[in-house]
């Protein structure tokens, strides 16, 4: 499985689930309009755009790292 998808265990990457993929979108398109990650992750919390964990807001440490980890090879997805 490992060397199929470059993952075999642990909690899968953000963008596996129904509707992630459209907050990554989205979190892409405030990127290349020039908003900060700390400023892309206020406007995700003020249009109440969920994260994963419930109860939980947007940073944006975590905005950077899934939007980094789109450009990796390896990150999960085809």
Do not use: H
Request: with cysteine.
């Amino acid at each position: 499985m490992k060397a199929k998808t470059g993952r075999c265990e642990g909690r899968k990457p953000y963008g596996a689930y129904p509707g992630e993929q459209t907050t990554i979108e989205r979190m892409m398109v405030l990127r290349a309009e020039g908003l900060a990650y700390d400023a892309i992750a206020d406007r995700l919390n003020a249009e109440g755009i969920r994260t994963r964990t419930a109860g939980k807001r947007w940073f944006g440490m975590a905005v950077s790292r899934i939007l980094k980890a789109q450009d990796e090879p390896t990150a999960g997805r085809k």
